[in-house]
């Protein structure tokens, strides 16, 4: 049953300002990956070839859009990998510790389209239009039941702007979880509706950002809510900077 | 422990200089300088003519001490930042040949350093600190044809307080793969490594967990690419 916070929530979000609402539980556990939000438009890329850092952009086709939704205590405008110790410590147990919602390689020119896109994470394998991690947390008073593992997410666009730094975008996020075989009959399930409006962030940033984030959120996803804390230890993937490979 | 964490210019060890021609980049793996010989593999095998390792990085601690009696958050602290500074390593592939007046060469194609060198010298610069102003169209990339070569200017490895010196220049040239305004230029500078007991120096580089950044400490002779 949607609660009034969150019916306010969608019906104050403005169409073009920098928003977001949410919408639904899973039957009684709750979920709530925000207020932080970070999106970028990846349409560059750095390339190792022969040892050498070759900046391209992306064609087209090739573009993504990546999007970070949590509820972490984080800002998405400091480089997290190189912040002291203690600090990018400190994120990398609070995107741990906190819902958040991961979704990456979403192609740009369907989002831009107005495609509806949609993805599946069935049996621990994903599939369809783009990757995604949902990590929940395990949130004070939570019944402890086993939560539905098949997992549905459709992204459908609202509106996206591109400009030469930065942009903006706008569309609705659905998630239904559903049992799966082998899981009890009172195995939680549900849909939750997130609706975001935003501007774009810096993309060599944010990229880097997600690099701390995605290992986290997979790992959450992966473990579950009972076990998400112990994704408070996991290393960011390498990127490509001027000089390399940079771990 | 005398020396712990600390910015550069405070507590040092050894000692190293270097210049830049590199645009916007200095090169300061000036903290502390050591060298030692790898004399026994981890499985305690020794080795009639060992390879010599010498270590420069940003960060200052002490290399003759125990890192291991450093709270967790210090150790963590001194890992975390040596990561995100300048570092380098050269390991000289037998002892014998370090001597006064000796010339070692290495190429590497950005990251992969070509066999057959007579010294392995392995180039950790700082990870570039980004911002919201960061831009793919404002990065220029160094260079990928990197040529490092030491001179040994003093070496006193049998003495009381041993140590070796040297000159080094790290050369940064274009290849057709990069990019047409990638940097070229150079590092030029020296160092003095007084050398620390084996056990101690590798014992601290695995603490300072830096496999990936300059791969030490060595693992077993017939397991590492040689130079």
Redesign the interface.
């Known amino acids: 049953m949607r609660s009034l916070t969150t019916a306010l929530l969608l019906a104050q979000l403005p169409v073009l300002g920098c928003g977001f609402g949410v919408e639904g539980d899973f039957d009684g556990f709750p979920f709530h990956p925000g207020p932080t939000m970070m999106a970028v438009a990846d349409r560059?890329?750095?390339l190792?070839?022969?040892?050498?850092?070759?900046?391209v952009?992306r064609a087209d086709g090739d573009q993504r859009l990546h999007m970070l939704f949590t509820a972490a205590p984080v800002d998405g405008?400091v480089?997290w990998?190189?912040a002291?110790?203690?600090e990018?410590?400190e994120i990398v147990r609070a995107l741990a510790t906190h819902d958040g919602l991961l979704l990456r390689d979403i192609p740009l020119a369907r989002f831009a389209r107005g495609d509806a896109l949609e993805a599946v994470l069935e049996e621990g394998q994903s599939s369809g239009d783009f990757t995604f991690a949902v990590g929940m947390a395990w949130p004070d008073g939570a019944v402890a039941r086993a939560i539905g593992s098949r997992v549905r997410l459709t992204v459908v666009p609202r509106a996206l702007e591109l400009s030469v730094?930065g942009g903006s975008l706008a569309g609705d996020i659905t998630i239904v979880r559903d049992r799966e075989a082998g899981q009890d009959t009172d195995t939680a399930t549900g849909r939750f509706t997130l609706r975001f409006s935003a501007a774009l962030?810096?993309?060599?940033?944010t990229e880097?950002n997600l690099a701390v984030a995605a290992p986290v959120l997979l790992c959450m996803q992966a473990a579950g809510p009972g076990l998400a804390a112990m994704c408070a230890h996991e290393e960011p993937e390498p990127i490509i900077?001027?000089?390399?490979?940079?771990? | 422990m005398a020396c712990v964490l600390a910015l550069a210019g405070a507590c040092r060890f050894g000692d190293a200089r270097f210049e830049s021609t590199l645009d916007g980049r200095a090169f300061e793996p000036t903290g502390t300088v050591f060298g030692y010989t790898d004399a026994r593999d981890g499985a305690l095998d020794e080795d009639d003519n060992p390879r010599v390792v010498v270590a420069l990085t940003w960060v200052v601690f002490d290399p003759r001490s125990d890192l291991d009696a450093l709270d967790g958050r210090s150790l963590a602290d001194l890992t975390h930042e040596l990561a995100l500074r300048d570092a380098l390593a050269l390991v000289f592939d037998r002892l014998s040949d370090v001597q006064d007046g000796a010339e070692f060469t290495s190429v590497a194609l950005g990251q992969e350093e070509q066999v057959g060198g007579t010294v392995s010298a392995r180039l950790h610069l700082a990870p570039e600190p980004l911002d919201a102003q960061s831009t793919y169209a404002d990065l220029v990339p160094l260079a990928s044809r990197r040529t490092t070569r030491v001179t040994i200017t003093d070496e006193t490895l049998g003495g009381d307080n041993p140590s070796i010196s040297g000159d080094v220049v790290i050369n940064f040239e274009r290849q057709e793969r990069d990019a047409g305004n990638a940097h070229e230029g150079e590092l030029r500078g020296s160092f003095v490594a007084p050398i620390v007991e084996e056990r101690v120096a590798e014992h601290n580089l695995a603490l300072l967990d830096v496999e990936d950044a300059l791969g030490l400490p060595l693992g077993p002779r017939a397991l590492e690419d040689a130079p």
Do not use: I, K, W, Y
Request: proline share 6%; aromatic share 0%.
């Open positions: 560059n890329a750095l190792m070839q022969n040892g050498a850092v070759v900046p952009r405008a480089h990998s190189g002291r110790a203690d990018l410590s730094r962030d810096p993309e060599r940033l880097a900077d001027e000089t390399g490979v940079t771990r």
